[in-house]
């Protein structure tokens, strides 16, 4: 009888010590997932502004996620102060915002094999949906019910995504807005220089 309590014990001890494993490796593998997810996001945006008749200072922070090594998906945001000082336009000034969506995918993912010279970096396709909301006095021919319309632009291009650390990359793209009306606030082509980490 003796015996057979041992045994039960011993297939008990190790019965137990089975299930602490797989469930040290389950907690292990969530553990992984959380830590690839968070390694896959990325933040950035960009800045810009231009003076003169117009002038127009933007702010466009950024968020997405690394669906595979050469396809970006993500999100973001766009303020933008625009006003006007000219004798032949009316001068007034504007607070336009609105969000985006985006895609990017990497055609050529090492440039430096290519290149003669050492870039360190890839060339990129670029996929955006913008809406943006604007006061209706920007829409100089066209008439809009209320005091504010959305403007939508679709803009494609491509260009240089520059490795300047570890995860972080210098982004520099020329887009064009499909859609480009008489309200728009882009001239096309659009150059845009932002950073992601």
């Known amino acids: 009888m003796k015996k057979y309590l041992a045994i039960i014990l011993v297939l008990c001890f190790i019965a137990f010590n089975i299930n602490a494993q797989n469930n040290n490796d389950k907690d292990d593998e969530e553990e992984d997932d959380k830590k690839e997810f968070k390694e896959n996001l990325f933040f ?83 996929f955006e949906y913008e809406g943006l909301n604007m006061p209706s006095r920007m829409a100089w021919t066209e008439d809009f019910a209320g005091d504010r319309f959305w403007s939508h632009n679709y803009l494609v291009g491509a260009g240089l995504q520059q490795k300047i650390g570890k995860k972080a990359y210098l982004n520099i793209f020329i887009l064009y807005n499909l859609n480009q009306k008489s309200y728009s606030i882009y001239e096309n082509p659009i150059i845009r220089i932002g950073v992601n980490f």
């Open 44 to 126: 950035g945006g960009s800045l810009w502004a231009r003076f003169g008749t117009i002038t127009q200072l933007e702010i466009a922070p950024v968020a997405g996620y690394h669906i595979s090594p050469r396809l970006d998906a993500g999100i973001g945001l766009r303020y933008v102060y625009y006003r006007t000082s000219s004798a032949l336009l009316e001068n007034f000034s504007a607070h336009i915002y609105g969000g985006s969506v985006f895609t990017r995918y990497v055609l050529i993912k090492e440039l430096e094999k290519i290149l003669p010279f050492n870039v360190e970096g890839r060339f990129t396709s670029h």
